[in-house]
């Protein structure tokens, strides 16, 4: 079974600041890892995606994201924020076998990133 | 446009009451999926399809039913049963190893 915790509920941040929002895993098989981003009564939109190969993954609107295997984790890192960025953030874990596993897709509870001018 | 529409956007349903949202996609995609969402809860997996004609419980499928007759829909019933079916809702669709792409939702009240 997998799961996924988001480690902050919410974060506050001053507009220009670097922010991270944490993302730790758990699962039996390797995993594909994803964060989303939903704005106000909106479905989700994928920021980045990690598949394979380089564990640092570059999304859109400057986020950036770590796959850390050791430490089962997938920070998401923006170094300077906007006011544009407040929104809903959720990290998503899905399994890498095939068949039946590779469809279940598993989020966290998701992190609320405020940006204040 | 390639993408998933989800119908109608806010909803009201009286007290003992089915109702239906609709998803549909076309994207190609095999595998389509039914969230709730509630409040600080996160998105809770309802029910979902990997091919037509064959769906899977989720985590939180008392009093919801669904159906895959095509591969493009992925209609969701909220049925009588379902005592607190106030929530936003979300259809999603993936391919295989890819994202999950989302609908817009659809805001369920009961009135």
């Known amino acids: 079974a997998q799961s996924v915790t988001q480690l902050d509920s919410q974060v506050p941040v001053f507009e220009e600041a670097p922010v991270e929002l944490r993302c730790n895993y758990s699962?039996?098989?390797?995993?594909?890892l994803f964060w989303y981003v939903q704005y106000p009564n909106q479905g989700l939109q994928l920021l980045l995606k990690y598949l394979s190969g380089s564990t640092l993954v570059k999304g859109i609107n400057g986020f950036e994201a770590e796959f850390n295997k050791s430490q089962t984790s997938f920070h998401l890192r923006k170094p300077s924020v906007h006011i544009s960025d407040t929104a809903e953030y959720f990290c998503?874990?899905?399994?890498?076998?095939?068949?039946?596993?590779?469809?279940?897709?598993?989020f966290g509870k998701g992190t609320l990133l405020t940006v204040n001018p | 446009d390639g993408g998933i529409t989800q119908s109608p956007k806010y909803l009201f349903r009286k007290e003992g009451q089915n109702v239906t949202l609709s998803c549909e996609q076309n994207?190609?995609?095999?595998?389509m999926y039914w969230y709730r969402q509630d409040p600080g809860q996160g998105l809770r997996l309802i029910y979902y399809?990997?091919?037509?004609?064959?769906?899977q419980k989720g985590d939180i499928a008392e009093g919801y039913s669904v159906s895959r007759e095509k591969k493009e829909s992925f209609p969701l019933t909220v049925t009588s049963a379902q005592k607190n079916p106030t929530a936003f809702y979300l259809c999603?669709?993936?391919?295989?190893?890819?994202?999950?792409?989302f609908g817009q939702g659809t805001r369920l009240t009961v009135v």
């Open positions: 399809s990997q091919i037509v004609n064959d769906f």
């Open positions: 998503a874990v899905s399994d890498r076998g095939s068949g039946g596993s590779n469809y279940k897709l598993t």
């Open positions: 699962s039996s098989v390797s995993v594909y």
């Open positions: 999603a669709s993936k391919g295989g190893y890819t994202e999950a792409f």
């Open positions: 994207l190609n995609h095999d595998a």
